[in-house]
């Protein structure tokens, strides 16, 4: 339910990214990420039915308590990043690795949980999240450059990365490396 949640999202801010003046859309989501913080820090303290609904249907075991809503709120500030980052081919292109790529990989992960060491997530998620990564972005830039993003942006959510005791969020990740990759790559190839 969650990556499907993850999806839909991430749709609705690419399709609002399309649609929306960047100046708004980037007001929009910054306007989001807050209320979600909000909402985070309402849900410690009280119940919120709605808050609450979501967060013990969706929100990991290990977050609904410390941390309601991590999701949600790194979700939003890596789309936020890359569209306040990035040319907006490139925010968008990375956001829909984060929303596509990253979501396949995890359900892909669940039907064949095979466990790596404790550095890598299981290939076969990260190999379909890649495919998936690379057709996503493929919509807003050229296939070389879909190629060396998803490629990027995978590798990223498929490795943990430590931040002190506890992993880094994928959803703040997966956008900033891919769209560094596309940033960097536009200065070397022109394609």
């Not at 009280?46 to 290990?62: A, G, L, P, T, W």
């Not at 495919?131 to 990027?152: E, H, K, N």
């Amino acid at each position: 339910m969650r990556q499907i949640l993850h999806m839909l999202i991430g749709t609705i801010i690419i399709i609002g990214l399309l649609l929306v003046p960047r100046p708004l859309s980037i007001i929009l989501l910054f306007i989001i990420f807050l209320v979600s913080v909000l909402f985070s820090i309402l849900a410690r303290k009280n119940k919120v039915s709605i808050v609450d609904f979501f967060i013990k249907n969706i929100e990991r075991k290990n977050d609904e308590i410390s941390f309601p809503g991590k999701g949600f709120i790194f979700f939003f500030a890596g789309c936020l990043l890359a569209v306040k980052l990035f040319p907006l081919d490139i925010a968008l292109a990375s956001i829909a690795i984060l929303t596509f790529g990253d979501s396949i990989a995890n359900m892909t992960r669940k039907v064949y949980p095979i466990k790596n060491n404790g550095i890598f997530k299981n290939f076969a998620g990260s190999f379909v999240g890649l495919v998936v990564s690379f057709f996503a972005a493929l919509i807003f830039v050229s296939p070389i450059y879909a190629g060396i993003a998803a490629i990027i942006g995978m590798l990223a959510e498929s490795v943990y990365i430590r931040l002190g005791q506890s992993n880094a969020d994928d959803n703040i990740i997966v956008p900033l490396a891919a769209g560094t990759a596309l940033y960097v790559l536009r200065f070397l190839i022109k394609v």
